[in-house]
């Protein structure tokens, strides 16, 4: 495995303790920096919604709260459902993820999806869906060199109609 996807494998670790404590007091949030640091082995400063976890091999920042807004740069070609609301975004050497919650049934945006990404172009590279309320969808676009990547997962959240859906983008975006 190479140092960015154990970056980014390691980052998928942490993320959920970073959500879950970004809305903490300053007592807790010590804390739960303290636990990403040994972790992560990364110094992690804070700005509002904006929390940066430094490394040696580089930053990764990550936006929470109550609403976050798409990056600016967002590529427009890139499904999103209908009636999202952003969770997080984080930004890491040449990947985006976004991480959305939307009312759904995940069988219905997984399909939804598939047939937009192939509209808007993509050509789907993978599909997997591991039970009635989690499934996978990967595409590619691009001819030349850095092809596009977009992978999106769908996962049912427990006890609510909603569902997570995991946006992950590489290559030529910004």
Known sequence: MNDLAK?????????????AVAGCQKVGQTAADAAIARATGANV?????LVTLR?????????????????????QDVYLP?????????????????SLT??????????????????RGWT???SAQHSADTAVLAFEKGDQEP????????????????????VQLQGGFH
């Open 55 to 75: 490394t040696a091999e580089g930053d990764v920042a990550i936006r929470t709260g109550d609403s976050v807004a798409l990056p600016e740069d967002f590529p």
């Open 45 to 49: 400063d804070r700005d509002g919604e």
């Open 102 to 119: 939307v009312p759904g049934e995940v069988s219905a945006l997984l399909a939804e999806a598939r047939r937009a990404m192939q509209a």
């Open 147 to 166: 092809r596009r990547s977009a992978t999106l997962s769908f996962n049912r959240n427990n006890g609510d109609e909603h569902v997570i859906v995991g």
């Open 7 to 19: 970056r980014v494998s390691h980052l998928f670790l942490v993320l959920p303790l970073v959500l």
């Open 124 to 126: 789907q590279s993978m």
């Open 82 to 98: 209908a009636g999202y609301q952003v969770n997080s975004v984080m930004a890491l050497q040449g990947v985006s993820m976004v």
